[in-house]
Structures are given as structure tokens and as C-alpha cells.
């Protein structure tokens, strides 16, 4: 029988894969628990306009991320904090402070778990961080931690 599975099948296939299974596997666990419908030549044509749509969805997203990281690739934060001797920081510079001030100073609204730092700035000076706008699509923004 060939179903088209609705959920991931261990063993079978992924969500939205159209393949061949036993007709007594098909009828007793995957119809029954709700995991595959059958292949019939309407829900194959359903099946075929969902994942255009989602194509057509995942391409504006990726076209959408691609102009924010130009918008934001010539951007510089400025973040002014107190520092002891050296230019050691009192606290450190995380990715939520970068965050509120690329909204604040630049009006640009990223979360801060999309800034990839290592580990948080703890002196003053020019840095450069990178942010995963989309999972293909990264930007660098300079960050300046001053006094």
C-alpha cells in the first residue's frame, strides 16, 4: 500500500515522504494512529501544493534575512559601561545588552539569542559579532564598548 506519511515513522520516512509500506502495517498502525493517510491521486496533489507553499514561504524568509543583514552590515554599536584599570569591565557585555542597544540606537529588532558570542565582552574596545540571521544567512556588526 502506499501511504503518505503525516508524522516521522522511525524506520519509514519523514512527514510529507510518500512511500510504499505492507498493507497490514498501513491498516493496523499507521491509518489508525493517525500517522499516514493513503496516497490517493488528490492527496498526493494536496501534498504537492503544501510543500510549494512552504518553498515559496521558506524563499521570502530567506530573501527578508538576507536584506537584514545588509541593513545591518553597516551598522556600528556604541555601548558605554563603567571599567576599572585597564579597561577591565565591572560586568561583562552579553548578547541582550547588544541587543537593546541595536534597538535603541538603530531601531532594529533582533533577539539576542541570534548573536553568537563566545563568551561575553569583558574589556573595553572595538569587537565584531556575529549574528545568524536565518541559518544560511549571517551578519557582522561592530560593537564599540567604551567608557
Same mark, same amino acid.
Given at each position: 500500500?502506499?501511504?503518505? /506519511? *503525516?508524522? @516521522?515513522?522511525?524506520?519509514?520516512?519523514?512527514?510529507? @515522504? *510518500?512511500?510504499? *509500506?505492507?498493507?497490514?502495517?498501513?491498516? &493496523?498502525?499507521? /491509518?489508525?494512529?493517525?500517522?499516514?493517510?493513503? !496516497?490517493?491521486?488528490? &492527496?498526493?496533489r494536496n501534498l504537492e501544493k $503544501?510543500?510549494?507553499?512552504?518553498?515559496?514561504?521558506?524563499?521570502?524568509?530567506?530573501?527578508?534575512?538576507? !536584506?537584514? !543583514?545588509?541593513? #545591518?552590515? @553597516?551598522?556600528?554599536?556604541? #555601548? $558605554?559601561? =563603567?571599567?576599572?584599570?585597564?579597561?577591565?569591565?565591572?560586568?561583562?557585555? %552579553?548578547?541582550? +545588552?547588544?541587543?537593546? !542597544?541595536?534597538? =535603541?540606537?538603530?531601531? #532594529?529588532?533582533? +533577539?539576542?539569542?541570534?548573536?553568537?558570542?563566545? &563568551?561575553?565582552?569583558?574589556?573595553?574596545?572595538d569587537f565584531e559579532v556575529e549574528?545568524? #540571521?536565518?541559518?544560511?544567512?549571517?551578519?557582522?556588526? =561592530?560593537? %564599540?564598548?567604551?567608557?
Amino acid at each position: 500500500m502506499i501511504v503518505i /506519511l *503525516v508524522k @516521522d515513522v522511525k524506520g519509514v520516512g519523514k512527514a510529507g @515522504d *510518500v512511500v510504499k *509500506v505492507s498493507d497490514g502495517y498501513a491498516r &493496523n498502525l499507521l /491509518l489508525p494512529k493517525g500517522l499516514a493517510t493513503e !496516497a490517493t491521486e488528490g &492527496n498526493v496533489r494536496n501534498l504537492e501544493k $503544501q510543500k510549494a507553499l512552504k518553498e515559496e514561504k521558506r524563499q521570502q524568509e530567506l530573501a527578508e534575512a538576507k !536584506a537584514l !543583514a545588509e541593513k #545591518i552590515g @553597516d551598522k556600528k554599536v556604541t #555601548i $558605554q559601561t =563603567k571599567s576599572g584599570e585597564g579597561g577591565k569591565l565591572f560586568g561583562s557585555i %552579553t548578547s541582550k +545588552d547588544i541587543s537593546e !542597544a541595536l534597538e =535603541k540606537q538603530h531601531q #532594529i529588532s533582533i +533577539d539576542k539569542r541570534k548573536f553568537v558570542l563566545d &563568551n561575553p565582552i569583558k574589556h573595553t574596545g572595538d569587537f565584531e559579532v556575529e549574528i545568524k #540571521i536565518y541559518p544560511e544567512v549571517t551578519a557582522k556588526l =561592530k560593537v %564599540t564598548v567604551s567608557v
